[in-house]
């Protein structure tokens, strides 16, 4: 079965989080800068903290609409996926590398617990179970470091 077509337990999600994300800052510190400039550019943006907040922002836009969603509230769809990603790069603009690092790995904890206290039904519907598997294995792999490896799931 293809990946997308795959519904992934609260247990997976975790583990590619462990595996994934986790480990990206490490991976990123190794690279030189000329790698993280190469790196940023290949993912069609500017610096590295570009695409941190571009990753930060799509777990705290899955996590709020997850919410909406079990609270029995309707959930708009975006339309405009650039102007929306183009948005978060902008708020993020004054912020330092250090200052973006440090609000990536706070919202990747408030993430992974997100992931542990969601209800077990939540899993069940298929919006959420998209979002989750994008923010946590598929937006991995799209946005992987060149020295990452990938994700291992059965």
Not at 42 to 59: E, F, K, N, P
Not at 91 to 110: K, N
């Amino acid at each position: 079965m293809a990946i997308e077509q795959r519904q992934f337990n609260r247990q997976e999600l975790l583990t590619a989080l462990e595996q994934g994300w986790k480990q990206y800052l490490a991976h990123l510190h190794t690279l030189s800068e000329e790698e993280l400039v190469r790196y940023a550019q290949q993912q069609g943006y500017t610096r590295v903290q570009d695409v941190l907040a571009h990753v930060i922002a799509w777990w705290e836009r899955s996590m709020h609409r997850s919410h909406q969603i079990i609270n029995g509230q309707s959930v708009p769809r975006t339309n405009d996926m650039d102007a929306f990603n183009a948005e978060v790069v902008k708020q993020y603009q004054q912020w330092t590398r250090d200052a973006v690092e440090a609000r990536f790995e706070e919202t990747l904890d408030i993430f992974e617990h997100f992931l542990k206290e969601l209800p077990e039904h939540a899993f069940e519907n298929e919006r959420i179970q998209l979002w989750l598997r994008i923010d946590a294995i598929d937006h991995y792999e799209d946005h992987r470091l060149p020295n990452a490896p990938k994700l291992q799931l059965a």
